[in-house]
């Protein structure tokens, strides 16, 4: 596609239910990040893989928080357990390679309740 | 590690007249920098970015931003505001050796007629 895709858009959650949110970088890209937006807030890192790897986990905020890249193309965030403070936007972002500009999804915006 | 600094979180400027947006940055290794903007429910827009070459970015819209080491500095501006510049702006920085971009808290830009 032409640019990076995140499905889905909207989603709302009860609290305790498990989500999964998907990502489709450009096509070639290397890179691939997360990020939480919280209302009002700047993104925050959450994860970065390169190709299949994930070289950084160190923004997931706890051990609910899980994403997955096997292919080295699409990626999954997924959040077990959910919770009202889970609300956020989740943003996606891929780069074609270390250090070069990052290409942003729409984000899913994620609404516990 | 790496971290931005901005210095404001809201701008407010009449149109015509100059803007300038403050970052500061921190980062143990040669760093990449790059301002994104966020219009309202839009996706976040690249509008320039610094990656060891001239020290002076120009970017879209008319922006612009220069690299100053000894400052740790990379504020951005734009020599007239348009109606149209009112969004948040991010200041985001980046490492070779880690390529987890980092984002500031943001600033959000109010343009007055």
């Known amino acids: 596609g032409a640019g990076v895709s995140q499905s889905p858009r909207y989603k709302v959650a009860k609290r305790g239910q498990d989500v999964a949110l998907r990502c489709d970088p450009i096509s070639g890209h290397v890179s691939l990040f997360w990020y939480q937006q919280a209302l009002g807030q700047g993104p925050e890192f959450l994860t970065y893989?390169?190709?299949?790897?994930?070289?950084?986990k160190s923004g997931l905020p706890s051990d609910r928080f899980f994403a997955e890249r096997p292919e080295g193309s699409v990626s999954t965030l997924k959040i077990q357990r959910t919770q009202q403070e889970d609300s956020a936007v989740y943003l996606c972002?891929?780069?074609?390679?270390?250090?070069?500009?990052?290409?942003f999804g729409q984000g899913t915006r994620l609404t516990v309740v | 590690a790496q971290s931005v600094t901005q210095l404001d979180s809201h701008v407010s400027v009449s149109e015509g007249t100059p803007v300038l947006l403050r970052c500061n940055y921190s980062s143990s290794y040669s760093p990449s920098l790059f301002w994104y903007v966020q219009h309202p429910n839009k996706g976040l827009q690249l509008l320039l970015k610094?990656?060891?070459?001239?020290?002076l970015v120009k970017g879209i819209n008319g922006f612009e931003a220069e690299f100053k080491k000894s400052e740790t500095s990379f504020h951005l501006t734009k020599p007239s505001a348009h109606m149209s510049d009112a969004a948040e702006y991010f200041c985001v920085v980046n490492t070779y050796n880690n390529n987890d971009m980092r984002f500031g808290a943001g600033t959000r830009l109010t343009v007055k007629p």
């Open positions: 610094y990656t060891s070459a001239a020290t």
């Open positions: 972002a891929s780069s074609l390679k270390a250090n070069t500009e990052a290409f």
């Open positions: 893989f390169q190709n299949e790897a994930q070289l950084d």
